[in-house]
């Protein structure tokens, strides 16, 4: 009998397991099974290499579904992202998002969809690791002001957390609004709109306060 895998990536305390899977059953999703990789890097680890993660390459079988919280989930980069997404779709396996309820399914047989289907593998592909670039500038950008005078660059703490800023800065790459980030991480409208404004001095902050 076909089944649903969620597959999680919990880098931190805070990112839970269970709040994860919420998300995915409040999406509409019935979990069967669920994956998890704890506490490894998404942006230098590719998804085979994973210790859970290569799991989902015996477990899956024709017919399935995988479902992740974003595509960031199934790699490190553009070409790790995408090519596990095809790889699933290939052995029959439909791929489906919690974030803006995508799916990509191998099964279509209409060029024009195809073609659709595959233009949005890799522009969503693309946006996770422009995303995990990002990330990585704007925590260097942090360290390094902080190492320069962290007197003078530590200001008030944060109210939000490093997952709640993940969360946040995820959910706008992928055309979330602010009302609906607010909902999901528990954060003001304000919170979240200084992030958007500022990545660099939000990460920064975090990096001040050892965050």
Known sequence: MPKIVLYARVSTSDQTLD??????EAAGFKIDKVIADHGVSGVSTKLADRPQGKRLFDLLAPGDTLVVRWVD??????RDVSNSIRHFMDEGVVVKTVINGMTFDGSTKDPIQQAVRDALIAFM???AEAQAVATKEAQKAGIAAAKA??????GRKPSYSRPQYLAVVSMLDAGSGASAISAETGLTRQSIL?????RV???RALSVWGL
Not at 19 to 24: C, G, K, L, T, W
């Open 149 to 154: 005078d962290p007197l003078t660059y530590r």
């Open 73 to 78: 989930r199934l790699g490190r980069d553009y």
């Open 201 to 203: 001095g939000a990460e």
């Open 19 to 24: 709040h994860q899977r919420h998300q995915a």
């Open 125 to 127: 592909a693309a946006l």
């Open 194 to 198: 200084r992030i958007r404004e500022d």
